[in-house]
């Protein structure tokens, strides 16, 4: 199999870069393209590629789809995903071009998922033109909202009468049995007052770290604390911050955050200077939700992460958007409490929330044994499990883990600008994937 994918890594490049080609950011819902009409584009893609390479396909609505391999009773499913986070700003080269520079493919989704779903689909592309023999069916699972909602595998649950037994090719190596859970909370202020003195945005998702907002004033500002990162031009203030992945939040820096600081001294309507206020005293540049009164740690998977991601107030109300990462031994019950009590002296209430839970596979589960033995003969390295802020597939599975693509030492470039994927990364991954793939196979 290794020497398959030696001999054939150009045509793994080759459809890694067309992949990353298309902005598969999720857009307007069509009748046909549930998730948007480039998203669509993305998981045809595909699966066309997948037919291609002699596979039996199945699309279920255009919401997710799969490219099968083997025969048996049993199915050992691998799920990626195909959807993106928006390319924010900062980028060097295009972030839908699928450029190689310096031996590396930059492009948005270029590690975070397409690049580690493509080296999932030849390693088993590698495995049936080898012939080798396994006792199971293997399916490559095309997820298309794992950014946004998870209403993908919600519906791919429904639809298919198999177990979900396998992993998600979107973490870290050596293995992820331990996954926090995931809370997104819009707090929200209806005004009772027209806000007629500024508009503010800022942020693309909850769970990136905002680079970029601004505030539009009705007339020229003043009392501006001007710091690095902050340009203003008229009646218009714009803040830079640096963009990171939401389970992350310590690696980049907030510009909601940055703007607030900017602007709380030129805001004059008492509504708004309370929102502005809250973000200073709550949130501030602490991702821990210390200032919150909701940080919480345990030893399975650390400390919780709070990540302030969207902002828009308008002339009739104010709504904030949080990504929390809570421990596993934690309760969305007490975090979303702890909400309600910090948002209350500022007028702001809980507006919505959705939960994902945590994920804990113990280690002498079979799957997590296997997959360790395929980590440390071939890559030689020391197995270990960890525990990620991150969520994965891997939870919406029976039995499921997340297993690569990252090493801990590489640099973390997932919702950052500049994504890119190491032309020698992506061959050790699919090689990985497809030892991987045969010994739960076969």
Known sequence: MEKFIEE????????????IQTPSVEGKSELDAPFGREVKKALDYALKKSEELGFRVKNFDNMVGYAEFGEGNEVISVL?????????????????????HDGKIYGRGAIDDKGPTMASLFALYAIK?????ISKRVRIVFGTNEETGWKCMEHFRKVSKDPLVGFAPDAEFPLINREKGILNITLRRDFENKNNNVYIRGGFRPNMVPDYAEAVFNKDV??????????????????????????????????IVKLSEAIVDSIEEKEVKDVINFILDKVSYSVYGEKMGIDFSDELSGKLTMNLGVI????SYATLTFNIRYPITDKK?????GFEKAGAPYGLKVHEFHNQNSLYVKEDNPLVQTLLKVYEETTGRKPYTLAIGGGTYARAMDLGVAFGPMFEEMEKVEHMANEYIELEHLKKVAKIYAKAIYELAK
């Not at 295009?94 to 190689?100: L, Q, S, T």
């Not at 033109?129 to 023999?133: A, H, L, R």
């Not at 003043?222 to 990162?229: E, H, L, M, S, Y």
């Not at 218009?236 to 510009?255: D, T």
Request: aromatic fraction near 6%.
């Open 8 to 19: 054939n890594f150009e045509l793994l490049v080759k459809i890694t870069q067309e992949i």
């Open 80 to 100: 990626g995903h195909l959807d993106v986070v928006p390319e924010g700003n900062g980028w060097i080269y295009p972030p839908f071009g699928g450029e190689i």
């Open 129 to 133: 033109e080898t012939k080798q023999p």
């Open 222 to 255: 003043k009392n501006i604390k001007i710091q690095d990162g902050i340009d203003f031009v008229g009646n218009k203030v714009i803040a830079h911050g640096k963009s990171a992945h939401g389970s992350l939040p310590e690696q980049g820096v907030n510009a």
């Open 312 to 315: 828009e107030i308008s002339e």
């Open 333 to 337: 019950e007490r975090i979303v409490e």
